[in-house]
């Protein structure tokens, strides 16, 4: 019965991970932190996921995560297999802004990316390092950081994505911080793995006018692309991936199928 943790697992694809996992095998244990723990903890009593718990976790505040992985062990006895950091912050509005769309407005561009470097790459640091000797208790040791295909060098110029200017450079960073994280735990046989999940079907909240700007940029990187992935599809083939990686893949930046291809034909 491996145990499995997501951090920024209240919603969309953090959510799915959670449920897919427990699905899989009920004698799975699968932990979940949220900054909001009762509205998690709501859906998964909704959803009748038994081997699912909930614990507060904010990547914005390292203590709280040195708190989760403490009630962690207790849950779990003191061991975890699988760690996946899955919480991200978008910059919304700013998602949908160009490099030059900051001239004159430096102060936005410098405030939004103290944010998004802050819970996505400090945040994923803090969670690394908070639940590291809990992973190296176990036997299988994979780690994970869901990262973006918008900081790929080839999907950024060939689908001439000029926006998600912060997100993508936060995820380049964090692309950066996993590959250091897998040279540092090398000989203690921990895998690391940045993973792009596709593109995944779980803002509908997001305006449309940023929304049609995300999609031209992600047909006109893949003329045959259909659509976007379910959380279900993506959880399932990133969980895949996990499993599938070997030693020598440790810190590569790769995507749901495990390799460099980004997006779903299908
Ligand atoms: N959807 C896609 O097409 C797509 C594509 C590429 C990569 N990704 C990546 O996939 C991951 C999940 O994205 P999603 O589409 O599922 O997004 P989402 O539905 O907006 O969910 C974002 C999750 O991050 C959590 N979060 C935000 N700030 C946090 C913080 N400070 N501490 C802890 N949790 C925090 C949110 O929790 P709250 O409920 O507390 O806000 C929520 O659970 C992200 O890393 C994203 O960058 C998604």
Request: glycine share 6%; hydrophobic share 40%; aromatic share 8%.
């Amino acid at each position: 019965m491996p145990v499995y943790v997501i951090v920024g697992a209240s919603r969309g694809l953090g959510y799915q991970f959670l449920k897919t996992i427990s699905e899989q095998d009920p004698s799975n244990i699968v932990i979940g932190t949220a900054r909001t723990v009762d509205k998690a903890q709501e859906k998964v009593k909704t959803d009748g996921l038994k081997n699912v718990h909930i614990v507060h976790g904010d990547m914005d505040d390292h203590a709280s995560l040195t708190a989760a992985a403490k009630k962690t062990a207790e849950i779990s006895g003191g061991v975890v297999d699988y760690l996946i950091v899955n919480g991200a912050y978008f910059a919304m509005p700013a998602f949908a802004n160009a490099a030059d769309d900051y001239v004159g407005k430096e102060d936005l561009f410098l405030d939004e990316l103290r944010q998004i470097m802050q819970t996505n790459v400090a945040g994923t640091l803090f969670a690394f390092n908070a639940f590291m000797p809990l992973i190296l208790k176990s036997s299988i040791k994979r780690v994970a950081a869901i990262s973006s295909a918008a900081s790929d060098r080839n999907y950024i110029f060939e689908g001439e994505d000029i926006n998600s200017l912060h997100y993508a450079t936060s995820k380049a960073a964090l692309n950066t911080l996993v590959a250091k994280f897998a040279a540092r735990y090398k000989h203690d046989g921990v895998l690391f793995v940045s993973l792009s999940p596709g593109w995944v079907n779980t803002h509908d909240d997001i305006p449309k006018e940023i929304m049609d700007k995300v999609t031209v940029s992600l047909f006109r990187f893949d003329k045959a692309l259909k659509g976007p992935l379910t959380p279900a599809q993506s959880a399932e083939k990133c969980l895949r991936v996990m499993d599938g990686l070997k030693k020598e893949q440790s810190g590569e930046f790769l995507s749901q199928h495990g390799n460099r291809i980004w997006l779903d034909e299908k």
